[in-house]
């Protein structure tokens, strides 16, 4: 029998796995329900449009409809392959601000301070570059600076500073605000995904145990205790026990899903879907967070934009590349230069990300089409509104019923909309300035409060950032402990963007990667790391 069940193999699954089995006398079953992530889409950064795409490597979620965008629905991407969304992700690398993981203190969190959550975010990665006091240089991750040698990513850049704003040599360091050259989730050419970084170096522990394709239905309760899991597979229905703990690391909505599978939630709920009740825990599944953001796009001609270096020679050169050498353009997720910014002097800090593309993306009839120019992904950092996830029945193979509720709180809207004025802004000084032809997305014309406020809620996307459906905590409103205990069970632990108190500052990877890394201590008995 093994010690530990771990549920999902995405960026949590694969730390934990990782570091219990460093116990050579503990003993781990890590469960998937997606398949291998050899494939090329996966393992070349420039394929990332096409790896999110694919309907085989996801999960094909859909929330909403969505009550405040006139009931429109979005297409939710989650991974459903080994290495979970981190194998079909964008690769953006950023940690979120300090003041993201102090808050998270301020709710009665005390052991995740930034300065107690620093050492976690040095000891997950080795970054490429120069050495510095803030940065991990041993660790599992491999990090990069990204090249940016596009001149137009330094259009970026010197237009935001004749914007006003500065350029932060390094925004996973001490200053996380202003412009940057981004960071990616990338090494020797290669996607750094949760299963190269931490599953591939120990594939070979004899304690150690990956399933594939074995979709987890539930978790096995005896009492307020989880003894094991129920699982699906090829070979049809089995059972799975284990001596210590259950670890769903499922995911902000796989979690949470088989959390009320398995009698553990709001009781009214469970019992309109004939579940037994195991477990009365009312916020399962409430508090979703997700990073809201709209494309401002802008056309140039084809010399400033990578157009020029994506037609028919060179996406056969970026081929060619990339498969002998692990160099040229394969090796590059496009999203180089950044900005995290505030849109009005009276917030706390950022509490805008923008995303640099140097080229416009846009789908016709459902297909993904590029033009010449460049693109914004303009992102609210701190959303206000909260959306949830419930069951849409009790058959364990019906996705859940996601909505996000986008734009229910009124200042979401008004971020957003700054934020586009903002982005226009810096568009119009030189040197971007002077390449721009024209705006693409939404127009010049579009420009009214009342308008800008249309075009945004018409608008309005995912970043893919779902969390906060478990919520760490103390008392009512979570539903997990500061160390992933779910309350009032015993050996269940949820440990994922789900258990997330309150969303970060940035793409959100990092910050699950350094939470299971924390965990993985607790659940070691190990004296955390030194703050
Ligand atoms: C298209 C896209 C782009 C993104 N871009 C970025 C980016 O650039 N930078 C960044 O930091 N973040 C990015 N993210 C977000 C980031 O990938 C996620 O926040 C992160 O992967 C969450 O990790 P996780 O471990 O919580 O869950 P996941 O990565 O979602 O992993 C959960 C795993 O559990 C498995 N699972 C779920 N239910 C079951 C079940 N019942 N049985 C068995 N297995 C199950 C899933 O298949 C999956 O493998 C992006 C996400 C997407 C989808």
Redesign the pocket.
């Known amino acids: 029998m093994y010690d530990y069940i771990i549920?999902?193999?995405?960026?949590?699954?694969c730390v934990l796995a990782n570091r219990l089995t460093e116990d050579s006398d503990a003993s781990v079953l890590l469960?998937?329900?997606?398949g291998s992530d050899r494939r090329l889409i996966v393992q070349m950064p420039a394929a990332v449009p096409f790896a999110?795409m694919r309907k085989d490597l996801?999960?094909g979620y859909q929330a909403g409809p969505e009550p405040h965008l006139g009931g429109r629905c979005i297409d939710e991407?989650?991974?459903?392959?080994?290495?979970?969304?981190?194998s079909?992700?964008?690769?953006?690398?950023?940690r979120g601000n300090p003041e993201d993981f102090d808050g998270w203190a301020t709710l009665g969190l005390p052991s995740w301070s930034w300065s107690r959550c620093l050492p976690y975010f040095e000891r997950m990665e080795t970054f490429a570059d120069s050495p510095s006091e803030w940065r991990g240089s041993s660790g599992p991750l491999k990090v990069s600076r990204c090249k940016a040698d596009f001149p137009i990513y330094d259009d970026f850049l010197r237009a935001g500073e004749h914007a006003g704003f500065t350029v932060t040599p390094d925004h996973n360091g001490r200053t996380q605000e202003g412009l940057h050259i981004a960071q990616a989730?990338i090494g020797d050419g290669v996607r750094s995904s949760?299963a190269n970084a931490y599953l591939r170096p120990v594939w070979d522990r004899a304690n150690l145990h990956v399933r594939t394709v074995?979709?987890?239905?539930r978790v096995l309760m005896d009492g307020e205790r989880a003894v094991g899991v129920e699982?699906a597979s090829r070979g049809g229905i089995e059972r799975i026990e284990c001596n210590r703990e259950v670890i769903l690391?499922?995911?902000?909505?796989?979690?949470p899903?088989?959390l009320m599978l398995s009698g553990i939630g709001d009781p009214d709920t469970l019992r309109q879907h004939g579940i037994e009740v195991n477990l009365p825990l009312r916020d399962v599944g409430e508090h979703l967070e997700n990073h809201p953001g709209v494309n401002l796009q802008f056309t140039t001609d084809a010399k400033h934009s990578l157009m020029s270096r994506l037609g028919p020679v060179g996406k056969a050169r970026l081929g060619l590349e990339w498969l002998l050498l692990r160099r040229g353009l394969g090796t590059t997720?496009f999203?180089e230069a950044g900005a995290f910014l505030r849109t009005n002097p009276n917030v706390a800090y950022a509490n805008l990300q923008l995303e640099f593309l140097p080229l416009v993306r846009y789908l016709e009839a459902g297909k993904l089409k590029a033009r010449a120019g460049f693109n914004f992904w303009i992102d609210l950092s701190r959303p206000a509104s909260r959306g949830r996830v419930r069951l849409r029945s009790a058959n364990?193979f019906d996705a859940p019923s996601i909505v996000f509720n986008h734009l229910a709180d009124s200042s979401d809207l008004r971020v957003l909309v700054d934020g586009v004025r903002l982005t226009r802004e810096i568009v119009a000084q030189a040197p971007l300035g002077t390449k721009c032809k024209a705006e693409f997305a939404p127009g010049a014309a579009v420009n009214s409060d009342a308008a800008l406020e249309a075009w945004v809620a018409q608008n309005v996307g995912t970043?893919?950032?779902?969390?906060g459906t478990c919520r760490m905590g103390t008392g009512a409103g979570s539903v997990v402990d500061a160390a992933g205990r779910v309350h009032g069970a015993t050996a269940l632990r949820v440990v994922?963007?789900?258990i997330m108190p309150r969303t970060v500052t940035?793409?959100?990877?990092?910050a699950?990667y350094m939470l299971?890394e924390k965990i993985s201590d607790e659940i070691r008995d190990k004296s955390p790391l030194a703050a």
């Open positions: 549920v999902g193999s995405g960026p949590a699954g469960l998937e329900a997606g999110y996801g999960w991407k989650r991974g459903r392959v080994l290495g979970g969304s981190s079909i992700n964008a690769m953006i690398f950023n989730y949760a074995v979709h987890v239905t699982v690391a499922a995911g902000a909505f796989g979690s899903q088989l997720n999203f364990p970043s893919y950032h779902p969390s994922d963007a789900s940035a793409n959100i990877s990092a699950v299971a």
